[in-house]
Structures are given as structure tokens and as C-alpha cells.
């Protein structure tokens, strides 16, 4: 299987939130990552048919999507962002609810839903209605939802926002279930997860593909860049407004150490560290991290 999006735009007015991205995929998982307003979930609507791209097409297998149609939309599974979970279904209604949408037969359904919502962890709370749900099981409920037809392409636009770390953890390993012989897209904000859990790292930036490589090894573009700084204390705020500072804390005496993402050496004595994904995003996505704190 072989999913090709060629040259894919899109354009809300003036603003190209989508610009020529092309990319091709294969059985794996795709982390995607942007910071916000980057174009992530307006690309993976585009992927799931929701929204017409302005240019360029989504090809499965060389076919356009656009002309397969049903039969494309019936290998697809899609949490959205905004995803309505009929607060007053229960999580078994809300699953039989859905499987009636994808066209499953009732009896299938019945059997799918019970056997997902195992593998989700939600049996014991099937028969309960989902605005007593916390955020997490709501995301569980949201993932059973998605793979009820068994999709071949599985698009999840931040599944893991506003999940504790153990809930993330618990959501991650789900997914690495369900992501066998399929396409997966995630996208998140939060650098840990892709690094756990994707094959392929997307990065995005202003509607555009700036980075698109294997997991494995995936900042070694930061070797020689992210260097341990060892200063006084009243030192560092210089160094601060210098350079990009992906982390600082207090040493044991008058000292700061500053973990520094740059091109050259920021100071004597600096030292060089093993770089990490999140370097490599805050490197990429250092004016808007400034934009964001109010410092630029
Ligand atoms: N329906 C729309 N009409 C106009 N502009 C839009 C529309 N949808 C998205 N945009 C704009 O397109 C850009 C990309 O938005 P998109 O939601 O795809 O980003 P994102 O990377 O998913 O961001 P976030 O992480 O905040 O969800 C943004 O500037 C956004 O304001």
C-alpha cells in the first residue's frame, strides 16, 4: 500500500495553510509536527477527504483518492481534534452509533464494538454515559471509534492533548497496537510522543514539509549544535537572550547549566551534548517559541 499526497495545497484566502506539501507513505507510523497554525490539521483533512485541497491530489496505489471515493473512505480511520462524543451516549451506543455510520451490519458491530472497547480498556464502563468519562477514556473511546472498519489508513490529529503522562503512555501503546500493516498520521505538539512511538518524522513549518526522515537517529543534523553551558548565575540571562535555550536549571552552588542549541561555540568551556528531537524542534521553531514567550 502506498499513499501519495503530490503537491497538496490549500488556501483560505490569502493564507496558504497547505503549501505544494508532497509526501509518500507506507505501512508505518508518521509523526506529525508543527507548532500551532503549522497546517497539521488542515493537511489531515485533506488526507481524509473532509476538506478539497486547492491543488494537488491524494493518490492510494496510484489511484486518486478523489476518484475512488467510498472506496476510499471506507480504508480510512479518523479521530479529529474537535471530536463530539454525544455526551449522553454511552460508550457502547456511542461505537454502535458510529459502526451504523461506517455502513458495518449490526451483528458485526456488536461483536467489533464489544472486542475494541476490551482492547481500549472501557468494558467495564460500556454501559456508562460519556460526559462521566475523563479526558483519557474519552480519547481511548475516540481511537475504538476510528478502527471500527479496520481502516488501512488511520489519521489521528492530536490524540494524546490534555492526557496525563500516564494516560499518554497507555494511549501511545494503543496505538503502536493498532498501527501494524497500516498507515498511521498523528499529529501532537508534544516532541516525546512522536519520538516514542513514529517511524517516519514530519515536520512542518508556515504550511510547509521542512523535515521528512526516519525516527532512528532523526537529530543527527544537531551534531556539534547543542552544547552544555556552565555559568554564574548573574551570566546566564546574557546567554539567554543570545541564543536558543532549550533547558536550564540551577547547579549546586552560584551556577547555572544551560543546555544551548546553536551553530557555534556559545561560549569557552561549552561542551557538546547528544542531541535530542525536541533540540531539533526548537531549533526549527525557535522565532515562534520567541514570538510565543514575548521575547522577540
Ligand atoms: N477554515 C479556515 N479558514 C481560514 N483559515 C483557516 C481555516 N482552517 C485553518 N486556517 C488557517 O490555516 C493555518 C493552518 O491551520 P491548521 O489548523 O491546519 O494548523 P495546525 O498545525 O493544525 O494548528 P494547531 O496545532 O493549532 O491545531 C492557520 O493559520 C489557520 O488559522
Known amino acids: 500500500m502506498e499513499l501519495v499526497l503530490n503537491k497538496l495545497t490549500k488556501q483560505f484566502g490569502r ?9 509518500t507513505m507506507k505501512p508505518g507510523v508518521y509523526g506529525l509536527l508543527g507548532a500551532n497554525g503549522a497546517g497539521k490539521t488542515t493537511l489531515m483533512r485533506m488526507v481524509c477527504g473532509v476538506l478539497n485541497p486547492t491543488a494537488g491530489d491524494v493518490y492510494l496505489d496510484g489511484k486518486r483518492a478523489a476518484d475512488l471515493g467510498e472506496e476510499y473512505r471506507s480504508l480510512l480511520g479518523y479521530l479529529p481534534q ?7 451516549f454511552t460508550a457502547g451506543e456511542f461505537m454502535l452509533y458510529v459502526a451504523a455510520l461506517k455502513g458495518i451490519s449490526p451483528e458485526k458491530a456488536r461483536i467489533r464494538s464489544k472486542e475494541l472497547l476490551a482492547l481500549v480498556g472501557l468494558t467495564e464502563v460500556s454501559a456508562k454515559k460519556i460526559r462521566t468519562f475523563s479526558g483519557g477514556m474519552k ?10 472498519n479496520d481502516p488501512r489508513i488511520l489519521v489521528l490529529d492530536e490524540p494524546t492533548a490534555g492526557l496525563d503522562p500516564k494516560e499518554r503512555v497507555h494511549f501511545r ?7 501494524k ?8 505538539h508534544i516532541v516525546s510522543d512522536i519520538e516514542y512511538i513514529s517511524d517516519t518524522v514530519l515536520m512542518i513549518k508556515d504550511g510547509k514539509l521542512i523535515i521528512n526522515r526516519p525516527a532512528d537517529n532523526i537529530a543527527h543534523e544537531m551534531d556539534g549544535k547543542v552544547w552544555r553551558c556552565v555559568v554564574a548565575k548573574e551570566a546566564a540571562p546574557a546567554i539567554s ?13 552560584d551556577t547555572v547549566i544551560l543546555r544551548v542549541l546553536s ?8 561542551m557538546n551534548e547528544i542531541p535530542t528531537l525536541e533540540d531539533l524542534y526548537l531549533y526549527h521553531f525557535q522565532n515562534d517559541i520567541a514570538e510565543y514567550r514575548g521575547t522577540k
Open 15 to 23: 493564507k496558504t495553510a497547505v503549501d505544494q506539501m508532497t509526501i
Open 82 to 88: 474537535d471530536f463530539g462524543y454525544y455526551p449522553d
Open 139 to 148: 480519547q481511548r473511546l475516540g481511537i475504538a471509534q476510528a478502527v471500527l
Open 173 to 179: 501503546n494503543l496505538i503502536a497496537n493498532f498501527s
Open 181 to 188: 500493516d497500516k498507515i498511521v498520521i498523528l499529529s501532537t
Open 241 to 253: 537572550s543570545s541564543f536558543c535555550v532549550a533547558n536550564l536549571h540551577h547547579g549546586d552552588d
Open 263 to 270: 551553530d557555534v561555540l556559545p561560549m569557552d568551556g561549552a
